[in-house]
């Protein structure tokens, strides 16, 4: 780890300040820079600690709930206003990480976190985009079964490791950004970028912004909502294939559905193609497959990763047939 500084931001504003000084990144629960630091793969000149700021409140507003950044993930996924009203943000929380790394991270550093392919993570083996733009991928003629099946190029195979972005993208999240010209709103969907040929640029987050609050809005399909996560081990371990799903039925027939998935694409992949096979018709297996097979027809695998499209699907069929068993 190479050398830095390290101060505390005193409020918003001096580290909205601070934040667009050259070589600084913001710290809060630093379960993934301090990593990639110790790993040489990020190097920052100065750490903000901004964990002193207002940002870590759950509430309820007019249309649904704001939840601060600075939450911590077992705190968010243990609310009574997110595990009744959006109980898939609950459930990816509590599938994540440890007990440990939940306690300690925050909402807004999951996000932001960085792909877990070894190829960017290990600077002594072979070229990564991500690390070095324009040096290749080595992912795709490499060790690939955990890269991505959906919104890949020929710059990046990696998947995004996030649970959370995932259940957040499926549930119409919004992201509050602020920044020294200002403050914007991002849709969750929009946040993450596909890789293209610029993998390296991996969010919509200028230098010196800060995401201070997510809101998720309230919907009928918001509160019957799930989170399946397929993995190699039952704990501590990223995604095979996920699943966050949503659905609003009435007589039946879905009214309203959302889905989104998660261990094989390259950002967390909302299907609208799922949800328009879904909405409309009749809740049963038959619809699922359908939806299953609408979302991963552009698939493409790597080789090793091959699986994960049948995979994927059967994850869909699984968690949208769970949750409509319990369907009113």
Not at 198 to 218: F, N, R, V, W
């Amino acid at each position: 780890m190479r050398p830095f500084e390290y101060a505390r931001a005193a409020d918003e504003a001096n580290a909205l300040r601070a934040g667009v000084l050259e070589g600084t990144k913001f710290v809060a629960g630093g379960t993934n820079l301090i990593d990639l630091m110790k790993q040489e793969v990020e190097h920052p000149a100065h750490l903000l600690d901004i964990n002193g700021l207002a940002m870590n409140t759950i509430e309820r507003v007019a249309d649904g709930i704001r939840i601060g950044a600075l939450v911590r993930m077992s705190d968010a996924a243990a609310h009574p206003l997110v595990r009744e009203g959006f109980p898939a943000i609950s459930q990816a929380l509590l599938l994540s990480a440890s007990p440990q790394l939940r306690n300690a991270a925050s909402l807004g550093g999951n996000l932001m976190q960085r792909v877990r392919c070894p190829y960017f993570r290990e600077l002594t083996w072979t070229p990564c985009n991500k690390r070095d733009p324009g040096s290749g991928c080595s992912a795709r003629e490499g060790e690939n079964r955990m890269h991505a099946v959906l919104g890949t190029s020929e710059a990046c195979i990696a998947t995004h490791p996030s649970d959370f972005a995932v259940a957040l993208a499926a549930l119409d999240g919004v992201l509050t950004i602020r920044g020294a010209s200002g403050e914007r709103q991002v849709a969750a969907t929009d946040f993450h970028l596909l890789p293209g040929r610029t993998p390296h640029l991996e969010h919509d987050l200028k230098a010196g912004e800060l995401i201070t609050s997510i809101h998720l809005p309230d919907a009928p399909h918001a509160r019957r909502s799930a989170y399946v996560k397929v993995r190699d081990r039952a704990s501590y371990e990223f995604a095979l294939a996920s699943a966050a799903v949503a659905l609003d039925v009435a007589g039946g027939v879905i009214r309203s559905a959302r889905v989104a998935l998660g261990g094989v694409g390259t950002k967390p992949w909302r299907s609208r193609e799922a949800e328009a096979a879904l909405a409309g018709n009749p809740s049963a297996e038959a619809t699922f497959r359908s939806a299953a097979e609408a979302a991963f027809r552009g698939a493409r695998g790597s080789g090793q990763n091959d699986f994960k499209i049948e995979l994927g699907k059967r994850t869909l069929v699984r968690a949208l047939s769970d949750l409509a068993g319990g369907a009113a």
